[in-house]
């Protein structure tokens, strides 16, 4: 089993700023990606940032130049630094990796049970 944990969300004023870590655990050979997405009530989910194994980044074009996606070494752990944080943030974000269980398994992805970020005064 390979689980993602997230934590850091809560409530935060607009302007302010919040960090959410997410923690991949159980049988990983490798972890080719991992990333953020989010889900506003009454949308569908997006992506908010994701990192490539070679610590490429790319990120949704509402979050650019205010969220910042990075990884701890051994790589098992991404955070998401939110920063200028707007109320159209507010949303359950959720940690994703397609990680390999050894190295003759197809990839698979892992959803992590999602953390809410609500940015209101």
């Known amino acids: 089993q390979v689980q993602l944990v997230e934590s850091g969300g809560g409530l935060v004023q607009p302007g302010g700023s919040l960090r959410l870590s997410c923690l991949a655990s159980?049988?990983?050979?490798?972890?080719?990606?991992m990333g953020w997405y989010r889900q506003a009530p009454g949308k569908e989910r997006e992506l908010v940032a994701i990192?490539?194994?070679?610590?490429?980044?790319a990120y949704g074009d509402s979050v650019k130049g205010r969220f910042t996606i990075s990884r701890d070494n051994p790589k098992n752990r991404i955070y998401l630094q939110m920063d200028s944080l707007k109320p159209e943030d507010t949303a359950v974000y959720y940690c994703?990796?397609?990680?390999?269980?050894?190295?003759?398994?197809?990839?698979?992805?892992?959803w992590g049970q999602g953390t809410l970020v609500t940015v209101s005064s």
């Open positions: 159980g049988r990983i050979f490798n972890i080719n990606d």
């Open positions: 990192l490539t194994d070679g610590d490429s980044a």
């Open positions: 994703n990796a397609h990680v390999l269980r050894n190295m003759f398994a197809s990839l698979l992805e892992v």
